[in-house]
Nanobody
């Protein structure tokens, strides 16, 4: 059974950091596109960062560029999202997702596997 399980969410003050981790099971992430997405209340789900395990190249949304870093570890079958300089507008449920492919530019609706999500709240 294919599963993606996120961890690491929580409450953090503005300017703080959090590291989200997503562990994949039921498949190996080699030659997969992996992504972190988020959905805030009343808003559509959006891409935050994606990475191709084939070439290691990543995509970042403009809103998180230079603050967030996505990384994958084929040996551990994980994809992490290091989030720095967090802002209240980063508050959302964060999801990891995967699909078999070699690009970092797949559309959100093309991702085949999704985790259950983890809440990130940035507030003082």
């Amino acid at each position: 059974e294919v599963q993606l399980v996120e961890s690491g969410g929580g409450l953090v003050q503005p300017g703080g950091s959090l590291r989200l981790s997503c562990t994949a099971s039921g498949f190996t992430i080699d030659d997969y596109a992996l992504g972190w997405f988020r959905q805030a209340p009343g808003k559509e789900r959006e891409a935050v960062a994606t990475v191709s395990t084939t070439d290691g190249l990543a995509y970042y949304a403009d809103s998180v560029k230079d603050r967030f870093i996505i990384s994958s570890d084929n040996a551990k079958n994980t994809v992490d999202l290091q989030m720095n300089s967090l802002k209240p507008e980063d508050t959302a449920v964060y999801y990891c997702a995967a699909l078999e492919g070699d690009s970092r530019y797949y559309r959100l609706d093309e991702y085949e596997y999704w985790g259950q999500g983890t809440q990130v709240t940035v507030s003082s």
